[in-house]
């Protein structure tokens, strides 16, 4: 998404519809989340945070950083910069290539 349509998106997506529509309750659930994501892409040296409560910053081991705007293509890129596929459920990360 570009700058200037974050500026006209209120950031919400379907997976926030159950989210209290209180703008501070929505913001720790969405930091909640990237917490979560965070310990699930650890292992792999990939890295995620917050940009702007509307997308996030992905980081690979080698410093690279891609915007996403979802979590779907979060996923996607984290398998692109680790190199690695990714399993969210599975106990270690998995070591083939995507």
Request: hydrophobic residues 45%; glycine residues 10%; charged residues 30%.
């Amino acid at each position: 998404m570009c700058g200037l349509c974050g500026i006209f998106d209120d950031g919400r997506r379907w997976i926030d519809a159950a989210a209290p529509l209180d703008p501070a309750t929505f913001r720790r659930e969405r930091l909640r989340r990237v917490d979560i994501i965070r310990s699930v892409l650890a292992p792999l040296h990939v890295g995620v945070d917050d940009w702007e409560g509307a997308s996030f910053l992905v980081r690979g081991p080698t410093g690279a950083v891609e915007i996403v705007d979802n979590l779907f293509d979060l996923w996607r890129k984290a398998e692109t910069l680790s190199g690695h596929r990714l399993d969210p459920l599975a106990e270690e990360p998995a070591g083939d290539a995507p």
